[in-house]
């Protein structure tokens, strides 16, 4: 799938969230110069076409009481990684579950990782004994990284904004651009995602 400038410009201007509005699409629209309407439209068919999984919002989970939370690794077997990931992932207490290759060169063993919040440390504890009991994983190698301190937390951002924000002819050459761009925008490269 290739995303043309409008749908890159509607991505960078969501992807740090929407305002807390009756119509948090509206200042969107009027940014892209087109109407509330297409912008609405045009993600639906970005989430049809499943480059958008979904809408949410990231929330600060300590101040919600979640005080607690670890990363937890894990030493899967590599043909049964798949299956394990996809039991470990249908807990509504795991909010990552994800694959990484090992690292032996660097005496790391683990290949699957998973992050589990908590009110406290022995609520996450309690939650990976729960996952490790239910799924007979006794014999699995693993290990909960509890975080000690938070230093950022927010969506992932795909598209810088900042290639959106030069404006004029004189800004849009210099940047390698054409002048008769349809949407006054910088040209940049297609993406394809798959």
Same mark, same amino acid.
Not at 146 to 164: E, H, N, V
């Given at each position: 799938m290739t995303l043309d400038l409008l749908d890159q410009k509607l991505i960078a201007l969501i992807q740090d969230g929407l305002e807390l509005t009756r119509k948090p699409f509206a200042r969107v629209a009027r940014q892209m110069g087109v109407s509330e309407q297409r912008v609405i439209e045009r993600l639906q068919q970005l989430k049809d076409e499943g480059i958008i999984k979904r809408l949410g919002v990231v929330v600060r989970h300590k101040e919600l009481g979640f005080k607690a939370n670890a990363m937890v690794v894990w030493d899967i077997p590599d043909d049964q990684v798949e299956e394990v990931a996809r039991k470990i992932a249908s807990f509504n207490c795991v909010t990552l579950c994800y694959q990484r290759p090992r690292r032996p060169e660097q005496q790391w063993n683990y290949n699957l990782f998973s992050m589990i919040h908590g009110k406290d440390r022995? &609520?996450? $504890?309690?939650?990976? !004994? +729960? %996952?490790?009991?239910? =799924?007979? $994983? +006794? /014999? %699995?190698? *693993?290990?909960? =990284?509890?975080?000690?301190?938070?230093?950022? #937390?927010?969506?992932?951002? *795909? %598209?810088?904004?900042? #290639?959106? &924000? #030069?404006?004029?002819?004189? @800004?849009?050459? &210099?940047?390698?651009? &054409? @002048?008769? /761009? +349809?949407?006054?925008?910088?040209?940049? @490269?297609? !993406?394809? *995602?798959?």
């Open positions: 022995e &609520s996450v $504890l309690q939650r990976l !004994h +729960d %996952i490790v009991d239910m =799924l007979e $994983l +006794d /014999n %699995i190698h *693993y290990q909960p =990284l509890f975080s000690t301190r938070r230093f950022k #937390q927010r969506g992932a951002r *795909y %598209i810088d904004p900042q #290639q959106f &924000s #030069q404006t004029g002819p004189a @800004a849009r050459q &210099s940047a390698g651009c &054409s @002048a008769d /761009n +349809d949407f006054g925008l910088p040209r940049v @490269a297609q !993406h394809v *995602y798959g």
